[in-house]
């Protein structure tokens, strides 16, 4: 146990360095109002490959750990989306947050056998598992949203929505719903991102 003395001498060391508490004060800040949902897009946003662009059943996991088609294409979250969800499923602090895949893929039943493949993180549990919804069917992404609302009450102001194309990014963010785009697809940064945007429209 440090005492009063070597913490005097640590806040004097952050202060000269320019951190100290500083910092997990601001991380805390962020996170004060946290997002009572958190929507992920799949194709190129949560993972790759695309669905359109795979073969189809029988899907298995190879013995890389990775979901492969019948052709062997693999489909793989990306590490900050397998990241993300495992601590979404699994801190405490997450515990009043859910989570939603929304996805306008024409090919859903390959979405939900790839989803319940995935393991996410060390976990036992499936990509499919630590999600409360899954919207997954083509059409205009603001009615996977209306659908969410309707059957959660959750406030779109109150949901946060990861998606690699601009158009369905422009239809959401009309809801209220904080929006980010992630072009490359998802990493933690967009994650810190959304809370900054929700925090500051707090
Ligand atoms: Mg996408």
Known sequence: MSSHK?????????????????GAVMVEELRKHRPKLVAFDLDACSW??????????PFRVNKHGHVQDRSGSVVRLFDDTHDVL????????????????V???????YAFECMSLIKIG????????????HEIYPGCKVSHFQKIH?????PYEDMVFFDNEYRNIRDVQRLGVVCVYTPDGFRRRHFEEALVQMNASK
């Not at 309707?150 to 959750?154: A, L, M, S």
């Open 86 to 101: 495992h601590e979404l499923s699994h801190a405490e602090e997450w515990q009043q947050t859910q989570v939603a895949f």
């Open 122 to 133: 060390d976990s036992e549990k499936s990509m499919h598992e630590v999600a409360h919804h």
């Open 150 to 154: 309707k059957r959660t009450g959750i």
């Open 48 to 57: 790759e490959t695309e669905m359109y662009l795979l073969d189809g059943p």
């Open 103 to 109: 996805s306008r893929t024409s090919y859903p039943e």
């Open 6 to 22: 070597d913490k005097r001498k640590q806040a004097k060391m952050g202060k000269k360095n320019g951190s100290g508490d500083g």
